[in-house]
């Protein structure tokens, strides 16, 4: 199995929270929009502003954040993957989301492989297999 990992799947392991994704690790290869590192640290900057993670938490979820990105591959935020993002789609889709869905569809037809698509996002899930994607993460 191929899965493109929607930032909320990440960071829901990073932080321990409720309900990760029961396939988590279990797939042969995973891929992710270089989109992730960025909205991963500002979540975890967000957290230590309003107090909910002291400097060991940082440290602890920027190295976790590090070893996690070491394990997926990156999709690099290119003109095409953005012109694409752009495009209308069948769905309503926030713009970071239209990122990700245009990441995994250029990478996906670019590569010839079936990606699966893990987001905790319902929304995100909806336009995912509006576009054909499988979809892991929504229960």
Known sequence: ?????????????????????????????AYSSELLGVEARRMIDRLRLE?????????????????????MGSIRL??????RASLPLATVVKTLDAIHLASALIFQERRSR????????????VAARALGFEVLGIG
């Open 1 to 29: 199995m191929i899965v493109y990992l929607d930032t909320s799947v990440v960071l829901r392991m990073l932080f321990a929270e409720p309900e990760p994704l029961q396939e988590w690790g279990k797939w042969q290869r």
């Open 78 to 83: 290119t003109r095409p993957v953005l012109q």
């Open 114 to 125: 079936n990606l699966i698509f893990a987001t905790h996002d319902r929304q995100q899930a």
């Open 51 to 71: 107090s909910v993670l002291d400097d060991e938490g940082v440290a602890e979820a920027h190295e976790a954040l590090g070893w996690m990105e070491q394990g």
